[in-house]
Nanobody, 117 residues
Framework: VQLQASGGGLVQAGGSLRLSCAAS????????AGWFRQAPGKAREIVAA????????YYYDAVKGRFTISRDAAENMVYLQMNSLKPEDTAIYYC???????????WGQGTQVTVSS
């Protein structure tokens, strides 16, 4: 599975961005997809995940109510709608896929999100 993330950029606090992740290859093997982020000097952390078949989402507490993960299974796309952005959301955002092994085996290249105060 190959993943290509896009949609990052510079936005003011309170603004919105929508990240996209295009999956290709053996997409039928995807059990769940997720978005992670890594801020400078910090460990990578999960932001949101979604079960591919059902669309059931999971959210990290810090983004609940502000971020929405969705997927278009027919187009093999995963999205992260980010609203009410805060400076602490600044990070490189990565999309990832789990083929049912409970491991995030596939990773996209990352897209930079910068939120200015």
């Amino acid at each position: 599975v190959q993943l290509q993330a896009s949609g990052g950029g510079l936005v003011q606090a309170g603004g919105s961005l929508r990240l996209s992740c295009a999956a290709s290859g053996r997409t039928a093997s995807i059990y769940s997809a997720g978005w992670f982020r890594q801020a400078p000097g910090k460990a990578r952390e999960i932001v949101a995940a979604i079960v591919w078949s059902s669309g059931s989402p999971y959210y990290y507490d810090a983004v609940k109510g502000r971020f929405t993960i969705s997927r278009d299974a027919a187009e093999n796309m995963v999205y992260l709608q980010m609203n009410s952005l805060k400076p602490e959301d600044t990070a490189i955002y990565y999309c990832a896929a789990d083929p049912g092994s409970s491991l995030w085996e596939y990773w996209g290249q990352g897209t930079q999100v910068t939120v200015s105060s």
